[in-house]
């Protein structure tokens, strides 16, 4: 019987067991492929990499490059001699013991689910024809149509990265506007500059099927869709599904843990990441990251697994999992914390919305940068800020810094009183009005 068990070593799973070690834990780490999971091998480490490379010929060279340093870091950091790594998949046997695919049985009195996702497709006919953003890493030739079946965060950052490339890009939503979580004035201005780079939009649109093109050499497909009622179709030589992720529960036997699944997919667990409905007898099971649901984002499972551990120390801690930002790594980029301004007047919560534009800030135009604004919402009289929403050149950056605010519950009145080095781009959030 050993302290922990996590299944999985992704962002949450590695870690939680590193934060584990740390503590005095004895930790059992299963993995049935790479460690880091999707973000580090195919999913937001990659895609960065494309990002920031010049050429598609750069970007694949450099992909794996990245990848492999990163990993092998991470399998360093695993090497802690409170941590065993065993490179199988798990399955349940009962409510605390574990089965690798050795056949070799293991039992904890805590054990982490942290067995991320995978790409959803939709069910439509000719689906098998379409790419997941896993197989889309994995090209080695440059496409010269891509087709992209989702505006979402996957679909389009790669609208952005590939039409840098020099590939005609077209994307095709259900919805009426790019990336929901987004503020919808700062989604539109995104889509709006993607579409100025020459990205082509079918907003409002849905899929009906995919055919391949007969007799095409090379091999090219056709996308068929409806807007507004008219029946319309795109030929490409790639097609993205960017239509979100699906958990990895398969294989789990979580059945003989006592564990039911949640309508939708996921694992349903309490506000400290415990299984609601686990027959757990000497001790607790918990899931973590993108199998529960809740955020899936990488840096959200990474703190879900501190919080978990923490939980099982017995430690207290504030991690604030209101407060999640996000970015998309777009050209320019976007980011967001908090509720949008569309959300906030659903809700009904008074607030002020303060707006600033990159075009004011002189280190934007010094960097030849000017397209971007911020905007955040308050509560009134420059009261504690509620959220912000960014569009242009490192968004991100500029995100995080209002999430530290915004954790601490200060004001807009504390940020503008707060010295910003000139000339940064940050002095555009005190330029708010």
Avoid at 65 to 76: A, D, F, M, P, Y
Avoid at 171 to 190: F, N, Q, S, T
Avoid at 299 to 318: K, P, S, W, Y
Avoid at 370 to 380: A, I, N, Q, R
Wanted: charged letters at 20%.
């Amino acid at each position: 019987m050993t302290d922990l068990i996590i299944i999985g070593a992704g962002p949450g799973g590695y870690k939680a067991a590193l934060h584990a070690a740390r503590h005095g834990l004895k930790v059992i780490v299963f993995e049935g492929e790479h460690v880091g999971g999707t973000c580090l091998n195919v999913g937001c480490i990659p895609t960065k990499t494309y990002v920031h490379s010049a050429t598609f010929a750069e970007a694949v060279e450099r992909q794996q490059q990245v990848v492999t340093q990163l990993r092998s870091g991470i399998e360093t950091l695993l090497s802690n001699p409170d941590i065993t790594l065993v490179r199988e998949r798990a399955s349940f046997i009962d409510e605390h013991t574990v089965r690798g695919e050795n056949g070799q049985t293991y039992s904890a009195n805590h054990v982490i689910i942290a067995t991320g996702s995978t790409a959803k497709m939709l069910p439509i006919e000719g689906a098998d024809l379409a790419v997941s953003s896993t197989e889309l890493l994995q090209l080695r030739e440059l496409p010269r149509r891509l087709c992209i079946i989702g505006a979402g965060v996957i679909g389009m950052e790669f609208a952005s990265v590939f039409n840098r490339f020099g590939t005609e890009v077209t994307v095709i939503e259900y919805l009426k506007e790019c990336l929901p979580m987004l503020d919808g004035d700062i989604a539109k201005r995104l889509r709006k500059q993607l579409e100025k780079a020459g990205v082509t939009f079918f907003m409002g649109a849905g899929i009906e099927k995919l055919k391949a093109v007969p007799d095409a050499s090379p091999a090219s497909y056709s996308v068929l869709f409806s807007q507004k009622g008219k029946e319309l179709s795109v030929e490409a030589d790639v097609i993205l599904m960017a239509t979100g992720r699906k958990p990895n529960t398969e294989g789990l036997n979580l059945k003989a843990a006592g564990i039911t699944l949640a309508p939708n997919g996921t694992i349903p667990v309490d506000d400290n990441y415990q299984i609601v409905n686990g027959k757990w007898l000497n001790g607790k099971c918990y899931a973590i990251g993108d199998v529960n649901g809740r955020q899936m984002l990488a840096h959200a499972a990474e703190m879900q697994g501190i919080h978990v551990v923490n939980q099982i120390l017995g430690r207290e801690d504030h991690i604030r999992f209101d407060v999640m930002p996000a970015a998309i790594f777009t050209a320019p980029e976007a980011a967001c914390v908090g509720p949008s301004e569309d959300l906030l007047k659903a809700a009904g919560t008074p607030f002020e919305c303060h707006k600033a534009f990159y075009r004011a800030n002189g280190k934007a135009l010094a960097m030849a940068e000017s397209e971007g604004m911020v905007k955040l919402c308050c509560e009134p009289d420059e009261g504690r800020i509620l959220s912000a929403h960014v569009f242009g050149a490192h968004a991100a950056d500029l995100v995080q810094e209002v999430t530290a605010y915004i954790t601490l519950g200060a004001t807009l009145r504390q940020l503008r009183e707060t010295v910003h080095i000139h000339p940064t781009l940050s002095e555009v959030l005190i330029e708010v009005n």
